[in-house]
């Protein structure tokens, strides 16, 4: 059974604090890992896929790195309109389903 | 692109009456997926679709619990009877069958009293 497990559950930042959120997963064959931004009342966005240890991605203020066993998302001179709860799944084998974990809530005060 | 729609945003409901959820996925996607997030149990699958066809309904909490996908362009996911402890809010996800990403929608927040 795939299993995922994101730390911390909440982290806060000043603004322009940069920061690392970790996402460790046991899978049978991964097959893709999704980092998804969730804000109060709506529902997840995707971000990022990254589908092989020592790929990287970014995306504005964010980078997300994998290896075998976890993933970073790089939060680099956040700003308050970064806060919202990270999400981090995995899919495996031929599955098309995702297993979440239960995120870190990032807050980044002025 | 519109994105994924779901209907109703919220709904309150008494123990024991029927609820039906609707969604409507990203045209073009093949896969559509139901869940529902708690604080205690975070983001659950409850069942997914392929063209249209049920694939895992492992999910389903119970047989008070179904879902349907009559065409590509519509599901629902129905609750009867309705239970306080079906409170969660429901997301619908599509998405294509490849890349695997998926797409929610912006959920449905239900509250049994």
């Known amino acids: 059974e795939d299993q995922v497990t994101q730390s911390p559950e909440a982290l806060r930042l000043q603004e322009g604090e940069s920061s690392s959120l970790n996402c460790s997963y046991t899978?049978?064959?991964?097959?893709?890992l999704f980092w998804y931004r969730q804000d109060p009342g709506k529902g997840p966005e995707f971000l990022f896929t990254?589908?092989?240890a020592g790929e990287e991605k970014e995306k504005e203020r964010l980078k997300a790195t994998l290896t075998k066993k976890e993933s970073f998302l790089h939060i680099t001179a956040p700003k308050p309109e970064d806060s919202a709860t990270y999400l981090c799944?995995?899919?495996?084998?031929?599955?098309?389903?995702?297993?979440f974990g239960s995120g870190t809530q990032l807050t980044v005060l002025p | 692109d519109a994105g994924v729609i779901q209907s109703p945003r919220h709904e309150v409901t008494e123990m024991g009456q029927e609820v039906t959820l609707r969604c409507k996925p990203i045209?073009?996607?093949?896969?559509l997926f139901w869940y529902r997030q708690t604080m205690m149990r975070g983001l659950e699958l409850l069942i997914y679709?392929?063209?249209?066809?049920?694939?895992?309904d492992s999910g389903m909490p119970e047989d008070r619990f179904s879902a349907k996908m009559p065409n590509a362009s519509f599901s629902t996911l129905k609750i009867q009877p309705s239970e306080p402890r079906d409170s969660a809010v429901y997301f619908c996800?599509?998405?294509?069958?490849?890349?695997?990403?998926?797409?929610f929608g912006p959920g449905t927040r239900l509250t049994v009293t």
């Open positions: 996800a599509s998405s294509r069958d490849y890349p695997y990403e998926q797409y």
């Open positions: 899978v049978s064959g991964l097959r893709g």
């Open positions: 990254l589908y092989s």
């Open positions: 799944a995995v899919r495996s084998g031929s599955a098309r389903q995702l297993t």
């Open positions: 045209s073009g996607h093949d896969y």
């Open positions: 679709f392929n063209n249209n066809v049920p694939i895992d």
